[in-house]
């Protein structure tokens, strides 16, 4: 009887999988069957892995995770991976041999990679990333990714879409290419815990309209003046936060989102600190498109590393993060809405407010 430990690890959690998901459950559970044995089912068609796509909260992450525990080897998200490749290929310019050695010092002899949000916004990632995925599945590596997109959806902007299209045509070729793409989204099902932020920080809070008895009510004292700090970025750079101690950073929405910083440094800032605040969310309407992008970055980063994250805005965040129609929007805003729904909204669910 074939293996079928991802659909058995539904059963006991009791989750029912729909038709989408159970489709991919049975992919996965093929493919570690295949790596258990490779004479057997992983040769059809010499593919090396799975290409898990679909819109947000249907389970995706999930089925990736399962696998990963049985499978094992190195898991990383988009935004880490690729700031680790670009290091360790810049490390070795000039070098002939400059990618293998960089994949060698990200990988080693790793047989299975397991890479989350798969998503291109910009070319240089998608030539990059290309070179490095023929590499990995020459050397035999099985991939397993998850994007919100569609193979032919990647990198979507038509001025470069031409040049992911190499990244394609080998995902294409060289993967099982699968819909998750069920009608429910299930993170809308959870109900947010009513619990109030405490010391720790387990989990996220949205204080709504974070006045200052709600804040007081979650421990959180906002910073004097006087405690305004420049955190270093590299490279000579640096932003400012209104207070940066003891593994905590408190940033003005504005004073973050409107800076030039990129995902990579929002990917270091979340290495180096272990608790956010992000105070004073502006209305999507009245933010600049790249403002948007970098709070959305923001959101994956630190919810991907499961680093606890306090939010202050003027209104619900539903209402806060809506672009009016015909205005441009980050492309991923819906994954960043749908995670931050997340978000234990204990102040918004009592109804506090100052007058």
């Given at each position: ?326 205005r441009p929007a980050p492309p991923d805003l819906v994954r960043a809405a749908s995670r931050l729904r997340q978000l234990r909204q204990a102040a918004h669910l009592s109804g506090a407010r100052d007058g």
């Amino acid at each position: 009887m074939p293996s079928t430990p991802i659909r058995d690890a539904a059963r006991a959690a009791g989750y029912v999988l729909d038709g989408a998901q159970l489709a991919a459950a049975e992919h996965l559970d093929d493919l570690l069957s295949g790596l258990a044995d490779r004479r057997g089912r992983r040769g059809r068609d010499d593919r090396r892995g799975v290409y898990l796509w679909g819109p947000v909260g249907r389970g995706k992450t999930w089925l990736l995770d399962r696998f990963h525990g049985l499978a094992g080897g190195p898991r990383f998200h988009f935004h880490e991976f690729y700031r680790a490749l670009h290091a360790e290929v810049w490390a070795r310019t000039g070098r002939a041999d400059a990618m293998d050695r960089a994949l060698d010092a990200l990988l080693g002899d790793a047989r299975v990679l397991c890479f989350d949000e798969l998503h291109l916004h910009d070319a240089g990632d998608a030539m990059l990333l290309s070179r490095a995925l023929r590499k990995l599945l020459d050397r035999g590596v099985t991939l397993v990714a998850t994007s919100n997109y569609p193979t032919q959806g990647l990198l979507p902007d038509p001025l470069f879409h031409e040049l992911a299209v190499p990244l394609i045509d080998l995902l294409e070729a060289q993967l099982d290419v699968l819909p998750v793409d069920g009608p429910v989204d299930y993170r809308e099902l959870r109900v947010p815990d009513v619990v109030p932020a405490v010391p720790g920080w387990r989990g996220g809070t949205a204080l709504v309209p974070g006045s200052a008895r709600q804040l007081a009510d979650a421990g959180l004292v906002p910073p004097g003046p006087r405690e305004a700090v420049d955190v270093a970025l590299g490279g000579g750079r640096s932003v400012r936060a209104l207070r940066a101690s003891a593994g905590a950073v408190w940033f003005d929405f504005a004073g973050l989102c409107a800076a030039p910083v990129s995902a990579l440094d929002m990917l270091s800032l979340a290495e180096r600190f272990g608790r956010w605040v992000v105070s004073d969310v502006v209305p999507f309407a009245d933010c600049h498109v790249n403002t948007q992008q970098r709070f959305v970055s923001l959101v994956d980063v630190l919810y991907d590393r499961d680093v606890p994250l306090v939010l202050t805005a003027p209104d619900p965040l539903d209402e806060v993060l809506a672009v009016p129609a015909g205005r441009p929007a980050p492309p991923d805003l819906v994954r960043a809405a749908s995670r931050l729904r997340q978000l234990r909204q204990a102040a918004h669910l009592s109804g506090a407010r100052d007058g």
